[in-house]
């Protein structure tokens, strides 16, 4: 049982941990609001100065809530800030978590007396240079729970497919979709990182029988050390060219990239191409493909 001490006999200061890169060997960046390193459970926080940190207003509703965080991205002291100046950058950026921890210290012994976790969330947002001012970024956290959903909140009133392709996530298309990725090589990037040069992919053969068919890549994605770029368009006239949702970093030039076909949610491509149309799930009113006034099917 804690001990309850009142707020003339205690500190409170914070620790942030950002959780980044390859999911299945992530890399993490730990460190306080203190104005010096603090070990908070055998591991180690380094001091940041300059932090702000924004609270959200917590009403109950079910939108994300949203923490924003200013930082800043050039290293003066002996905390290296890379980490803050790569993800203020131009460049797109894999998935990034926070957590934020509040840490109640004992100001007679300077023991730790409590820590409990005030937000987690995902990075969906950077300013650089925030309000002009160079050298500082603003970072926004939507909250995990609420920014994640995998099912939309209330009734889908529209003829796409809500489900993720493939099995992840626990997906009820039910699609082993780990069968149909590749590796393959990125060539070349223009200027701007939207269109690509990949070789060594082969388009399998899908359930349904749609090989080749003209949209197999389309919003699929490719993916490198925990980074998903969406593929936006695909010619299979042109099989080796791709359009990017995001741009490719230029440290994917000549790398060896996974890639993942894609789906466009409509019930004729999950029918004929992926052969899952019992786990379609398109529910609602759609406008129809003729005008039934002076038309007929």
């Not at 609001?33 to 055998?42: C, K, Q």
């Not at 392709?165 to 082993?176: I, Q, T, V, Y």
């Not at 990125?186 to 990949?198: A, C, P, Y």
Request: net charge negative; charged share 20%.
């Amino acid at each position: 049982m804690g001990t309850t001490l009142d707020s003339q006999n205690k500190i409170q200061y914070y620790i942030f941990t950002l959780k980044f890169g390859d999911p299945t060997t992530p890399s993490y960046f730990r460190f306080t609001d203190w104005s010096m390193g603090v070990n908070v459970a055998g591991l180690n926080y380094d001091p940041v100065m300059e932090l702000d940190l924004r609270w959200p207003v917590r009403d109950g509703g079910l939108k994300p809530e949203t923490v924003g965080l200013q930082v800043p991205t050039v290293t003066k002291g002996l905390t290296d800030l890379s980490v803050f100046a790569r993800l203020a950058g131009k460049e797109s950026v894999e998935p990034v978590f926070i957590t934020i921890e509040a840490v109640y210290v004992d100001k007679s012994s300077d023991l730790v007396i409590e820590t409990y976790v005030e937000f987690s969330g995902r990075l969906f947002k950077c300013v650089d240079n925030y309000q002009g001012k160079p050298g500082v970024a603003l970072l926004e956290f939507n909250d995990k729970i609420k920014g994640e959903l995998d099912v939309p909140m209330g009734f889908p009133v529209v003829h796409h497919c809500i489900w993720t392709l493939g099995d992840e996530k626990g997906s009820p298309c039910a699609l082993d979709i780990s069968t149909f990725r590749e590796t393959g090589t990125l060539i070349t990037r223009d200027s701007g990182g939207f269109l690509v040069s990949v070789t060594g992919l082969t388009i399998p053969a899908t359930p349904g029988g749609g090989q080749g068919a003209s949209g197999y890549w389309h919003r699929g994605y490719f993916e490198l050390g925990g980074l998903r770029l969406g593929i936006r368009d695909w010619d299979p006239t042109r099989p080796t060219i791709f359009k990017l949702s995001e741009p490719a970093p230029p440290s994917w030039e000549s790398a060896t990239i996974t890639a993942t076909p894609g789906c466009d949610k409509l019930i004729q491509t999950c029918r004929e191409r992926w052969d899952r149309e019992e786990s379609f799930m398109g529910l609602g009113i759609a406008m129809v493909a003729y005008n039934p006034t002076i038309e007929t099917q």
